[in-house]
């Protein structure tokens, strides 16, 4: 009896009602002091050391949310697990940024009230993150900029952060249309993550640099307030119905046209561990007013009215939070879209040949390197890198349905790469600063049905990576 009762006890206070809520607020609505004191707490937890551990976000440098979200990418992207995943990374980031002092919440960058005008904003200013620059190199003013002393690692191997995008958004109203107001499952919501107003919101950002990368786009700090946006999108619509909240359901990787890389789906689940945010299940983050996340978002220019769709059966839709708010914004259509996609295919020349299936095969040919490529079925190149490509459906009724075309291919390989450790270079010690993060088992790839190949090159990034900065070689 007394087990029981304590046993009860336990449940209650793992799903209790979290006392003081954090409302986190759009970038335009803090004062100057502090913008200011929120980017102090990103250099801090910056500069600390990695603690490989995921677990405790008073330890985790900023390396090991990116070195974490970089691991995973393959099936933190692309699939079910996308908004899951992204929430529990976020509410750890911002547990990290309150133990370094910042109890301001995370902050969102209101990218649908903003759609062709956002790089004009303070944001984007010598005062704070810095101007948008036109090529690869790296941040030339702003809070993180080299001069002010700002180290990171950037993706491109200068220590640096890099952002070189330019492009319109997807507008509130566009997403109001297209997304909040049609949406009534959790998948329907996800949509296709590559494409829609998160990779959109990468790519315009970020281009060919930092925020544009796949893997390694958290290396950019403007990765947490478009990601914070992102998940104020799924808050608006976990409001609208009761049974919202805790709906998820979908696949880890492949979907309706599966990817022959990643092979063929597996269903998730909510007691289904997120891999490496130690000790959470998407459970964990559906509800923002649970004790973990205890949060919930403050209304923005792009808070306009839309009419949703009905809630299920038996259920009462939830008073719209915003029904007074309109705002004007510019009609963003497919074709605009179309046009602004078909800017960024590849520079290097690209042979596509028919493949089995509805499939192509692709040729990127980059840097006198060739490369072979398997595009699932209804999806097209969307970017492509000397190292990966990125894909999105191929018009947009594919892009209506789900398409499941995954962000990152990599090169199809018969065989897995081995790490070559270069002469100069050694394996961490126990007392090196950085560790090797705990790569997938062949068994945890397996059950997920991933590409081995990939995940294993991936891996073979990350160690010769660590074993760089042990040796100095990267600040
Ligand atoms: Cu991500």
């Not at 904003?121 to 003013?141: A, I, N, P, W």
């Not at 596509?352 to 006198?368: D, L, Y």
């Not at 560790?435 to 062949?442: H, M, N, R, V």
Request: hydrophobic residues 35%; contains cysteine; charged residues 20%.
């Amino acid at each position: 009896m007394q087990l029981l009762l304590s046993l009860a006890l336990l449940a209650i206070t793992a799903n209790a009602v979290c006392t003081k809520i954090t409302v986190r607020r759009e970038w335009g609505q803090l004062s100057a002091a502090d913008k200011n004191a929120y980017i102090a707490a990103v250099k801090k937890i910056t500069a600390r050391p990695m603690s490989n551990q995921y677990k405790d976000p008073t330890k985790m440098s900023t390396d090991d949310f990116s070195t974490t979200h970089a691991a995973n990418a393959h099936w933190a992207h692309a699939n079910a697990e996308f908004l899951v995943f992204h929430r529990a990374m976020l509410r750890l980031y911002e547990k990290a940024l309150e133990s370094a002092g910042w109890t301001g919440g995370l902050i969102y960058l209101d990218e649908g009230a903003v759609p062709t005008t956002w790089n004009k904003l303070d944001l984007f200013s010598k005062d704070y993150f810095g101007s948008v620059t036109r090529t690869q190199q790296c941040l030339t003013d702003g809070q993180f900029s080299k001069a002010s002393g700002f180290v990171d690692l950037g993706d491109n191997g200068r220590s640096c952060v890099s952002r070189c995008g330019s492009g319109t958004m997807w507008s509130a109203k566009y997403i109001a249309t297209n997304v909040l107001s049609t949406a009534t499952t959790y998948e329907q919501l996800r949509g296709d993550d590559t494409a829609n107003y998160h990779g959109t919101g990468h790519m315009v950002m970020g281009g060919n640099c930092d925020m544009g990368n796949p893997l390694w786009s958290p290396r950019d700090p403007l990765f947490y307030l478009h990601h914070t946006y992102v998940d104020k999108i799924y808050w608006k619509w976990q409001q609208l119905c009761p049974s919202y909240v805790t709906d998820y359901e979908g696949n880890l990787s492949a979907g309706k046209n599966p990817n022959p890389l990643l092979g063929n789906s597996r269903p998730v689940s909510p007691t289904l561990p997120l891999d490496s945010w130690v000790g959470l299940t998407a459970a964990d983050v559906f509800d923002t007013k649970n004790d973990f996340l205890c949060y919930t978002y403050s209304k923005s220019a792009g808070d306009i009215d839309y009419t949703a769709a009905k809630c299920p059966k038996g259920q009462t839709a939830n008073t719209n939070p915003w029904a007074t708010n309109t705002t004007k914004t510019r009609r963003q259509d497919e074709t605009r879209l179309a046009k602004r996609a078909a800017t960024k295919l590849p520079s290097g020349s690209v042979t596509v040949a028919e493949g089995i299936n509805g499939t192509s095969q692709v040729q990127v040919t980059c840097a006198s390197k060739t490369s072979n490529y398997i595009i699932p079925a209804g999806c097209v190149i969307h970017k492509s890198f000397c190292s990966h490509i990125s894909v999105k459906p191929a018009n947009s009724e594919a892009a209506k349905k789900d398409s499941h075309c995954p962000m990152v291919i990599r090169p199809a390989c018969d065989k897995e790469t081995d790490y070559v450790r270069a002469d100069n270079l050694k394996a961490p010690e126990p007392t090196s600063v950085y560790q090797y993060p705990s790569f997938l088992t062949d068994k945890q790839i397996r059950v997920r049905n991933m590409d081995h190949c990939g995940v294993r090159a991936s891996d073979v990034n990350v160690m010769r990576l660590v074993d760089e900065l042990n040796a100095g070689l990267r600040v």
